[in-house]
């Protein structure tokens, strides 16, 4: 069964980096496509991006420009970092497996718990 | 970006009682090549992360009960849950991913009543 967990700290100064990782276990993080997605407090959720193939990206074009995700195939991890934070980043930071086929399907089957960012002024 | 509305944004229903919730797209999902809608359904119990519970469109995930369901093709779906049971208590996202960026619909909240 894979898992995933998020880490990170969980307070950022507004105008800093967010940067998280997620740890992948039960499986190999070299096979899937890897996203991380945030959900604002009582908010709905919005796609961040994914890497595969270890190491291509493709990113939400709302966030494009500050949004960077990496991964680390030796530590079976991949990462986030986001730049220029501010108060609207504030938010649960979820990564998840981003199930991938030959027919183009891209559904999240599994998920990491979550973990709160708060960005402080 | 395909824009997913999801309705209504809250519903309460009798346990054992049908649940049903509607998800727009703002174009079709409809995948020309297999004939498939790229549409998935997830819930999102308190303090959870999201599950995913249906993808193209009806298909139902391993593990997820009988009582769910999806239909609808195009811009049009829907999830039923057919007896409301009392862990049902969630809110349920729609999700497209015919195009990226993916997109997911703002979420209803089922409550019992």
């Known amino acids: 069964q894979v898992q995933l967990q998020e880490s990170g700290p969980g307070l950022v100064k507004s105008s800093e980096t967010l940067s998280l990782t997620c740890s992948v276990s039960g499986g190999s993080i070299s096979a899937y496509y890897w996203s991380w997605i945030r959900q604002p407090p009582g908010k709905g959720l919005e796609w961040i991006g994914y890497i595969y193939n270890s190491g291509s990206t493709n990113y939400n074009p709302s966030l494009k420009t500050r949004v960077t995700i990496s991964v680390d195939t030796s530590k079976n991890q991949f990462s986030l970092q986001l730049t220029s934070v501010s108060a609207a980043d504030t938010a649960v930071y979820y990564c998840a497996r981003e199930f991938y086929d030959s027919d183009g399907i891209h559904v999240f089957d599994f998920w990491g718990q979550g973990t709160m960012a708060t960005v402080s002024s | 970006d395909i824009v997913m509305t999801q309705s209504p944004e809250s519903l309460a229903v009798s346990l054992g009682e049908r649940a049903t919730i509607n998800c727009k797209s703002s174009?079709?999902?409809?995948?020309?090549?297999?004939?498939?809608?790229?549409l998935a359904w997830y819930q999102q119990r308190p303090g959870q992360p999201p599950k995913l519970l249906i993808y193209?469109?009806?298909t139902r995930e391993s593990g997820v009960p009988d009582r769910f369901s999806g239909s609808g093709s195009g811009t049009d779906f829907t999830l039923t849950i057919s007896s409301l049971q009392a862990e049902d208590v969630a809110v349920y996202y729609c999700?497209?991913?015919?195009?990226?960026?993916?997109?997911f619909g703002q979420g209803t909240k089922v409550e019992i009543k």
């Open positions: 999700q497209q991913y015919y195009s990226p960026p993916w997109t």
């Open positions: 193209w469109a009806s």
């Open positions: 174009q079709s999902v409809l995948y020309s090549s297999n004939k498939k809608n790229k």
